[in-house]
T-cell receptor, first 115, second 113 residues
Framework: AQSVTQLGSHVSVSEGALVLLRCNYSSSVPPYLFWYVQYPNQGLQLLLKYTTGATLVKGINGFEAEFKKSETSFHLTKPSAHMSDAAEYFC?????????????FGTGTQLKVEL | EPEVTQTPSHQVTQMGQEVILRCVPISNHLYFYWYRQILGQKVEFLVSFYNNEISEKSEIFDDQFSVERPDGSNFTLKIRSTKLEDSAMYFCASYTDNTGELFFGEGSRLTVL
């Protein structure tokens, strides 16, 4: 069974500072990894995903994440935070390919951006 | 851009009442899911559905829950007799290919009083 651990339920950064949200996963088979963002009172929006190939993946809104198999990590970064980035971020894992897949989510990290 | 739509966006019900949450998945998708998120907690898998039957369900998905695809477009989640602890945001999702990417709806917030 797969699982996801997100370190830090709350992260606060200054506007313009680096954003780093941590995600470690556990999976017995090659994982597919995802970051979703949830703005207040809204649904889940896909930021980026890793399936196969290049381990550094770029997503929307300037975010990127790097799959590091040796560290079982998929940390989310953004070079310069913007006020509009304030939201909750969820890391998720699914087993590779096939039908009937399900996502297993982490507990989420609330990102606060301060002036 | 195709999207998953859910209705209602918010429903308030009395404990013990039946509730049906509706979802219209993306039209060419074949796999459908329900997830829930209790306020302040993580998103939890409830059930997956493929080829007109449940393919997997979590321990949360007990006999009070059921899913149905009554026609070619709708995918519903029924809670037979709601409990206070069923209060949550319920998300529908769908996908069709092997990338594992799920497309989520905006959610239906259920409040049980």
């Amino acid at each position: 069974a797969q699982s996801v651990t997100q370190l830090g339920s709350h992260v606060s950064v200054s506007e313009g500072a680096l954003v780093l949200l941590r995600c470690n996963y556990s999976s017995s088979v090659p994982p597919y990894l995802f970051w979703y963002v949830q703005y207040p009172n809204q649904g889940l929006q896909l930021l980026l995903k890793y399936t196969t190939g290049a381990t550094l993946v770029k997503g929307i809104n300037g975010f990127e994440a790097e799959f590091k198999k040796s560290e079982t990590s998929f940390h989310l970064t953004k070079p310069s935070a913007h006020m509009s980035d304030a939201a909750e971020y969820f890391c998720a894992v699914s087993v590779s390919g096939g039908g009937g897949n399900k996502l297993t989510f982490g507990t989420g990290t609330q990102l606060k951006v301060e002036l | 851009e195709p999207e998953v739509t859910q209705t209602p966006s918010h429903q308030v019900t009395q404990m013990g009442q039946e509730v049906i949450l509706r979802c219209v998945p993306i039209s060419n998708h074949l796999y459908f899911y329900w997830y829930r998120q209790i306020l302040g907690q993580k998103v939890e898998f409830l059930v997956s559905f493929y080829n007109n039957e449940i393919s997997e369900k979590s321990e949360i998905f007990d006999d009070q829950f059921s899913v149905e695809r009554p026609d070619g477009s709708n995918f519903t989640l029924k809670i037979r007799s709601t409990k206070l602890e069923d209060s949550a945001m319920y998300f529908c999702a769908s996908y069709t290919d092997n990338t594992g990417e799920l497309f989520f709806g905006e959610g239906s917030r259920l409040t049980v009083l």
